[in-house]
């Protein structure tokens, strides 16, 4: 019984996160969508940090700076690409 409640929640929790994703991905467009998604892992080392009082390491702050680089590269293009592109 605890493995049906277990499947059960694991099945609608991802549901509902990928239904909400690709109601965000409609709303969005798709390239701010990919810089948000980008940046996750960081906000959620973060939040692991200081909700989960995890270490945060030295991978974990080299990860994070390529993150940091690649969302600055990727916004910084889309500030440079035509606006009518993401419509």
């Known amino acids: 019984l605890s493995w049906l409640w277990l499947v ?3 099945t609608v ?3 509902f996160a990928f239904t909400m994703f ?7 467009g ?9 940046a996750e892992p960081f906000f959620v080392a ?3 940090a200081l909700v989960l009082h995890q ?3 030295l991978q974990t702050v080299l990860g994070g700076s390529l ?6 590269v990727l916004s ?9 592109r993401e419509q």
Do not use: E, F, N, W
């Open 55 to 57: 270490p945060i390491k």
């Open 13 to 15: 929790s991802t549901a």
């Open 30 to 38: 798709p390239v701010t969508t990919s810089i948000i998604t980008t």
């Open 76 to 84: 910084r293009q889309v500030s440079t690409a035509d606006p009518m």
């Open 46 to 48: 973060i939040l692991a």
């Open 67 to 72: 993150i940091a680089i690649a969302v600055l």
């Open 22 to 28: 690709l109601r965000g991905l409609a709303i969005v």
């Open 8 to 10: 059960g929640l694991g």
